[in-house]
């Protein structure tokens, strides 16, 4: 797709970072020093970075969004279907 053909398929560009957040959700989830396990309510990984942050929200606002952003060559095997072996290997 050329500039020119995304100019007239989206209100707002967005460029900067996306980068993975790690929700971690429960009663006592602070963190302490040393090692102490906790028991947790749920744990998620979602999209974030600032710019990302900045694309779903316009897009909840009814903005037709496109997001440009560099993104690591870290993967999570198990969000991609795949088993750790499959993971370790090289692009």
Known sequence: ???GELAGTVDLLVV??????VLVLGDDVAPEFGQHEK????ISLVVGGSAAITAVAAA???????????????????AAGESDDEAA???
């Open 1 to 3: 797709m050329t500039g």
């Open 16 to 21: 900067g970072d996306c980068n993975p957040d």
């Open 39 to 42: 028991l947790v309510g749920s």
């Open 60 to 78: 909840r606002l009814g903005l037709r969004v496109a997001l440009a952003a560099a993104i690591g060559a870290e993967r999570q095997p198990e």
């Open 89 to 91: 290997r090289p692009f």
